[in-house]
Nanobody, 117 residues
Framework: QVQLVESGGGLVQAGGSLRLSCAAS????????MGWSRQVPGKQREVVAI???????NYADSVKGRFTISRDNAKNTMYLQMNSLKPEDTALYYC???????????WGQGTQVTVSS
């Protein structure tokens, strides 16, 4: 099993920046890929960014050029640097991990990001 704990959310004005962190523990060596997803009540959940164990990254079109995903394997921590934030980025952001040969998904508890206009 893998445990994921997010931090770094908060309130920021449009155009500002935030950095989210996700600390992973448990069966770290079994993690295939990690990512960030976000959820707005009443809307479909969106996968924001993914990073594989090889460091390959992929982003949603809505955040390309503004968000950067990274991971520090020595600290078992993943980050999401969010720049040029927009009100439409307001959401509950979740850290996710795909684990093991079966590709089981694990989720953190979420951290709220609110961008004011």
């Amino acid at each position: 099993q893998v445990q994921l704990v997010e931090s770094g959310g908060g309130l920021v004005q449009a155009g500002g920046s935030l950095r989210l962190s996700c600390a992973a523990s448990g069966s770290i060596d079994s993690i295939n890929a990690m990512g960030w997803s976000r959820q707005v009540p009443g809307k479909q959940r969106e996968v924001v960014a993914i990073i594989t164990s090889d460091g390959v990254t992929n982003y949603a079109d809505s955040v390309k050029g503004r968000f950067t995903i990274s991971r520090d394997n020595a600290k078992n921590t993943m980050y999401l640097q969010m720049n040029s934030l927009k009100p439409e980025d307001t959401a509950l952001y979740y850290c996710t991990a795909e684990v093991g040969m079966d590709g089981i998904d694990y989720w953190g508890q979420g951290t709220q990001v609110t961008v004011s206009s």
